[in-house]
């Protein structure tokens, strides 16, 4: 019982992640590929002026049509060109509002900000939904790794797995199922070392939460369940 909900619990934890993504498209104000967009005038008008559009559009897996809306709706709701934490925070509460998704959302802004300088570019934005909507399993899988290594020491351990889950159950509030008891979270956080630390040192690396990602059906399933949103 205990390893099929600490399974449930991985599946959930990614399926909550692409769900993000995709509500944070359309809070951003994503629109249809069908309306007209003048990019040069557009880019002319923001604190920050993002890279080309060529550039980005080869520097992910969207075309340059796609990177024009996702900008239009990125400068409607962020004229000045960047997010920072507390705004990004407050656009992810509305997704949650039983719950408390601030420190979720701590730890997923802290992975969109790529250059770690305290706030979110159009680049970082495309870069990071390039990857959870249309990256390949490990790219995605390497992503996912990298959220929940929270110290960047390319390790997850006990403890950054332990704020991991607790952050889940925090932004989940009152909807959380099974409800929650003392030693919930320590039995989600033994079933994932048990399924994922393969050598059983005490952590998890990369290639083992890659290995063990592969190896259960749902959560690959889980990774498609977005693919074709834009």
């Known amino acids: ?34 309306d007209k ?8 008008v923001v604190c920050h002026r993002p890279e080309g559009l060529e550039q980005l559009e080869a520097q992910t897996n969207f075309s340059k049509k796609e990177l024009q809306v996702l900008y239009r709706g990125f400068k ?9 934490e507390d705004m990004f925070k407050q656009i992810y509460s509305q997704f949650f509002p039983h719950g408390d998704a601030s420190t979720y ?8 900000d790529s250059s770690q300088n305290g706030s979110i570019k159009f680049e970082d934005f495309v870069a ?11 790219e995605k899988l390497q992503w996912t790794f990298n ?24 932004m989940m509030g009152r909807f959380t199922y099974p409800a929650l008891k003392t030693d919930t979270t320590k039995q989600h956080v033994d079933a ?3 399924k994922m630390d393969k050598n059983r040192d005490g952590v998890v690396t990369l290639d083992e939460f890659i290995l063990s990602c592969q190896e259960d059906e749902n959560i690959m399933r889980s990774l498609q369940l977005f693919e074709n949103v834009i």
């Open 37 to 44: 967009f003048y990019d040069d005038l557009e880019l002319s």
């Open 128 to 138: 990071a939904l390039s990857i959870l909507l249309r990256g390949t399993t490990t």
């Open 192 to 194: 994932f070392f048990q």
């Open 105 to 112: 959302a701590h730890y997923l802004f802290n992975s969109f």
């Open 76 to 84: 409607n709701e962020c004229p000045s060109g960047v997010v920072n």
């Open 147 to 170: 959220l929940y290594d929270i110290n960047r020491d390319g390790y997850i351990n006990k403890e950054e797995m332990t704020d991991i889950v607790k952050a889940i159950y925090d």
């Open 1 to 34: 019982m205990e390893k099929a909900e600490g399974d449930g619990l991985q599946t959930l934890a990614i399926v909550l992640l692409l769900c993000g993504a995709v509500k944070l498209l359309h809070t951003l104000g994503f629109i249809s590929t069908e």
